[in-house]
């Protein structure tokens, strides 16, 4: 029955990624190359994933994932899904320069680490006989290479010279450096050690592998609020970002409650602080083609 769910999830995506082309790439064929095309499928594979998978990890089916997370860490992983489908789509519906490169960035920091840490010590989590442990490498491996691959070969897709260069406010830089600051700690914290000196942060003793699914999402945060800080339309992409993933890991921790489990206080305190000040500066913050209208007035 696993085996059945899982080959209908295939199906699903692929029928995702096949809506997602016809949506938002198809239009732009007429100009792209193949490298520009294979760019904006792999930013669509990236959404439909994160969409159709988060469903599955936040109610944490154990056929769906490659081993068995705490359930926790699988409603963290769901917002880690959910928070890469709302920049994808923001980039697929306006694929400039900066929203492509910055999600070559996050899916790269995120991925690459990740694997590289499977392949070295974590190979013992997987069970070679079930069909998902194929699927997750079969998918995770090609997506780093070409992630790795288009970062350092960007083609360009379409040019907005205006929308990728008008600067964001200084608090809000101010705010992307404090929520990479905050990030880069706690996530190096979880992908160095699964048991620290406080169970407040460590929240997988035992677990180094969840420890670190967690912890390079935060590196994810932290590489895609720095390079994304200077400028106002790649500045509130990642505002929604931080938005989604921040707001679902409150929830992840609260949702503990709901069995009896004591919640993670910390989590729920640093990033409830940060899903609120990110929202009001995301309600804030002027969109570029406001701000052109605006000047021609």
Same mark, same amino acid.
């Given at each position: 029955m696993a085996v059945l769910v899982q080959f209908g999830g295939l199906l699903l995506l692929i029928g995702g990624i096949g809506f997602g082309y016809w949506q938002w790439i198809r239009p732009h064929n007429a100009t792209l190359t193949a490298a520009g095309r294979g760019l904006l499928l792999l930013?669509?594979?990236?959404m439909m994933g994160g969409l159709l998978g #988060?469903?599955?990890w936040w109610s944490d089916q154990v056929w769906s994932f490659s081993w068995d997370l705490p359930p926790l860490a699988s409603r963290m992983l769901a917002a880690? %899904?959910?928070s890469f489908f709302a920049v994808s789509l923001m980039a697929l519906r306006r694929p400039v320069y900066r929203r492509l490169r910055l999600i070559l960035i996050l899916l790269t920091v995120y991925l690459a680490p990740l694997v590289i840490a499977i392949v070295l010590f974590h190979r013992d989590r997987f069970?070679?006989?079930?069909?998902i442990t194929y699927g997750f490498f079969a998918i995770a491996l090609p997506m780093t290479i070409a992630a790795i691959w288009y970062l350092l070969r960007q083609p360009l897709i379409i040019t907005d010279e205006?929308?990728?260069?008008f600067p964001s406010t200084t608090v809000i830089q101010v705010w992307l450096w404090v929520v990479a600051t905050i990030t880069a700690l706690w996530g190096l914290a979880l992908f160095i050690t699964d048991? %620290?000196? #406080?169970?407040?942060?460590?929240?997988?003793? %035992?677990?180094?592998? #969840? #420890?670190?699914l967690i912890g390079v999402m935060l590196l994810t945060i932290t590489a895609g609020s720095l390079y994304s800080a200077?400028?106002?339309d790649s500045a509130r992409m990642m505002l929604v970002m931080v938005v989604v993933y921040s707001l679902g890991l409150t929830l992840a921790a609260l949702w503990n409650l709901l069995f009896g489990l004591p919640i993670k206080t910390l989590y729920t305190a640093v990033f409830g602080v940060i899903f609120i000040v990110s929202t009001v500066l995301l309600m804030t913050v002027k969109q570029p083609n406001q701000v052109?209208?605006?000047s021609t007035m």
């Open positions: 930013v669509d594979a990236t #988060s469903p599955f880690a %899904g959910v069970d070679f006989s079930a069909p205006k929308r990728d260069t048991s %620290g000196p #406080s169970a407040l942060i460590w929240a997988w003793p %035992g677990d180094l592998l #969840s #420890s670190r200077r400028m106002a052109m209208v605006r």
